[in-house]
C-alpha cells in the first residue's frame, strides 16, 4: 500500500538501510534484519527517521523489534505522532 508515511520510511531505508535489496521489494512485515541490515544500519535508519518525520524516539522505542520491519517502523512513528 502506497501512502505518503510509507513512501518516506522507504525512501529512507533506501538511503539508510544498506539493504542489498530494495525496500520497495519487501513486503510490510518482512524482517529488515533478515534481509540484510545490519544493527549499525539500524541506528543510521533510526536517524534518518528522525530528520524525515522530525521526531525523536525515546529510549524505550531503541529496540532491535521497533526497526525490524516496515510495518513496526510505521506502527512506531504513528505511536510518536499520537503522543506529540
Not at 3 to 26: A, F, K, Q, W, Y
Not at 50 to 56: G, H, S
Request: hydrophobic fraction near 45%.
Amino acid at each position: 500500500m502506497t501512502t505518503p508515511m510509507n513512501d518516506l520510511i522507504l525512501s529512507v531505508l533506501s538511503e539508510h538501510g544498506r539493504l542489498p535489496v530494495s525496500p520497495e521489494s519487501l513486503g510490510e512485515s518482512d524482517d529488515l534484519y533478515a534481509a540484510g541490515m545490519t544493527s549499525h544500519a539500524s541506528i543510521s535508519v533510526m536517524l534518518g527517521l528522525e530528520d524525515a518525520f522530525d521526531v525523536e524516539f525515546p529510549d524505550r522505542m531503541l529496540t532491535r523489534e521497533v526497526f525490524s520491519s516496515i510495518a513496526s517502523i510505521r506502527a512506531a512513528l504513528n505511536e510518536l505522532a499520537a503522543a506529540a
